[in-house]
């Protein structure tokens, strides 16, 4: 039996071949491997031994032909991923998706239901095709605190790319003591390489860690648009300020936890927000992995 992790080759983004066939390369969003790492370290909370976990493409997924494998869905997902191959065995948790995907796949993921959603849009999507679903929020919150003493001395200012972009009008909202000497971060990878292969995946997730080591070790506030740069540094106990150039939906669940800032009201922003208490959050979370993990392994040794 396998336990399988998501990485991410970006099979089938259009934008990205087309920048990669025009300038021999594109950035990937190294928020996607966060998730990663979430779900790596459930599984060692709930005991699964590493040598057992494998790594599936999110963006290949429909063609998989490894070991079979329990996989658990925390990310965003497209239609191109599905069906699901008899070899996967998914529980979901922290799955994001568009009605596109739902309405394609209502009697596949009907299957499946009650479909556990990283957001409270995407519960309202899979409800509105007769699809039992519940929120609950995304894994990268169930990464550790850091220890009481890292307390950290650095502003983060942490940005992508679209919809990421940084809204630099809060720039003009943010203390001087703030801005003076705070660090911009771009958490996206530079590759040339489309799509990616085995190797292109392994160093996006390396990234990853060391970004959120970065973040564990050395901030003070992080300062982002980026939900996979929130949730993983809100989990390590870090205070955050989400500022965003306009609301998505992706942030219906975060937003339950802080505030999600848009330009008309960067003017009420706390700059000393203190940090967000998700203990019991974390604490239900992997109870839940724990619980669907186990249901799915016996349901296969039933089958």
């Not at 609950?136 to 983060?156: F, I, S």
């Given at each position: 039996?396998?336990y ?89 948790i ?54 009481a ?49 085995s ?53 219906s ?46 349901g296969?040794?039933?089958?």
């Amino acid at each position: 039996m396998k336990y399988a992790v998501l990485q991410f080759g970006y099979n089938g983004f259009a934008s990205f071949e087309r920048s990669f066939q025009s300038r021999k390369f594109y950035s990937v969003n190294i928020g996607d491997n966060m998730q990663t790492l979430a779900v790596r370290n459930v599984y060692d909370l709930i005991g699964i031994p590493r040598e057992d976990v494998v790594p599936i493409n999110r963006d290949d997924m429909a063609s998989y032909t490894g070991d079979k494998a329990v996989l658990v869905t925390n990310g965003c997902f497209y239609a191109r991923s599905f069906p699901f191959p008899d070899n996967i065995v998914p529980v979901f948790i922290g799955f994001q998706t568009n009605e596109e995907t739902v309405s394609a796949f209502a009697a596949m993921f009907k299957r499946y239901e009650p479909i556990g959603c990283r957001d409270t849009h995407t519960a309202e999507l899979m409800r509105k095709y007769g699809i039992k679903a519940h929120t609950t929020g995304c894994l990268t919150l169930t990464l550790p605190a850091r220890p009481a003493e890292a307390k950290g001395d650095r502003v983060y200012i942490v940005h992508g790319g679209g919809s990421g972009s940084l809204p630099t009008s809060v720039l003009a909202h943010m203390p001087a003591a703030l801005l003076e000497g705070a660090e911009l971060v771009f958490q996206r990878l530079t590759v040339d390489v489309f799509p990616l292969g085995s190797r292109q995946m392994r160093t996006a997730e390396k990234v990853a860690g060391s970004l959120l080591n970065d973040y564990r070790r050395k901030a003070s506030l992080v300062v982002t648009p980026l939900h996979h740069a929130a949730s993983p540094c809100i989990a390590a106990g870090i205070p955050v300020i989400i500022c965003r150039r306009a609301f998505h939906s992706r942030f219906s669940y975060l937003q339950q936890l802080l505030p999600v800032y848009t330009p008309e009201r960067f003017h009420e922003i706390d700059w000393q927000p203190a940090p967000v208490d998700v203990d019991g959050l974390k604490s239900d979370l992997v109870q839940l992995v724990a619980a669907e993990v186990k249901r799915a392994r016996e349901g296969i040794r039933a089958g």
